[in-house]
């Protein structure tokens, strides 16, 4: 029998949204002149308040609307986000037009649809904000890669950009039963398991490539797999997983890694720290209270504003290549 520790799915999907914040408002601050990356190496991270942008603002607005089962209202996740737009966050050209769009009466299926010229979206955000949506479903794989494939949808409608939401939330799932079961994946091992849940695509094609890299130098990796500079899921989401599953039990060291690799700082943290958080919670190697104390508080509503099943999952398939006993 393997002994379990008794985290409720809300306690995960708060970790990762802590997480996923403290990166979030951590990485933006590395678009402030002056500050430092060997500082942070040194243990010397900015001063506060660490504001948080767009990438934190999406995931509450995800995370309080989640249903007590963990699954998505699209129409209700729309309004939502519309609701919360605060271009002043830092969002993207793309999702400034989409959500006003929203906002002003459009639907989001049209609206999502045709963006791009009708290709629809395959930036970054739907992935940038879903890991507390998965860490909800740690054990159900399945359902995290469901469910963030419908959020992703709201508001892009390329299956690059879907997928990219699916691969992150199926990453934080995984991360969250091993946390539950007390043994930590190997990086491979993370991979592979979110690689099952993947069909081709670049976003695909690049896990592939993080998974034949494991070990190699931030530098490297980022060179090999993009750093979100292009803003695209294809170009964010593997360099994003590679350091997750290098550093899963370490948050610092994944945040730093993120910083190092430069690009869009802001958002490859932000996937990160909501993956490792999942896993790590709060304490040592987890999120450091000092930064968690620095970043921008969080808004109320997400306290939660839902009630979140605490039933405890068994995933419907393999788990880091196996079956839990």
Known sequence: MISREHTTPQDLCRDSLDGLSVGDALGAQFFVPGTSVADLRAGRPPEPVWPWTDDTEMACALVAELGADGRVDQDRLA???A??????????????????QIANGGDWRDVSRAAFDGQGSMGNGAAMRVAPLGAFHAGDSRSAALEAMRSAEVTHAHAEGILGAAAVAVAAAEAGWARQVRDRPEPAA????????????????????????????????????????????????????????????????????????????????????????TYTGRGPNGIPATWL??????PDLVAVARPLSSATRRPDGPVNGRRPG
Do not use: H
Not at 293 to 298: G, K, Q, T, W, Y
């Open 79 to 81: 309004a939502a986000f």
């Open 83 to 100: 609701t919360r737009f605060d271009p002043y966050r830092g969002y993207g050209g793309g999702a400034v037009v989409i959500l006003r």
């Open 190 to 277: 993370l991979l592979d398991a979110v690689l099952g849940y993947l069909i081709d695509s670049r976003v695909r094609t690049g896990i592939e490539r993080a998974r034949r890299i494991l070990g190699a130098e931030v530098a490297e990796a980022a060179y090999e797999l993009g750093n979100g500079a292009q803003v695209l899921a294809q170009d964010t989401v593997p360099f994003a997983l590679w350091v997750a599953a290098t550093w899963l039990d370490d948050f610092p060291s994944a945040i730093l890694a993120c910083v190092e690799a430069g690009g869009d700082v802001d958002t490859t943290a932000a996937i990160v720290g909501g993956v490792v958080a």
């Open 293 to 298: 104390a620095r970043r921008e508080p969080l």
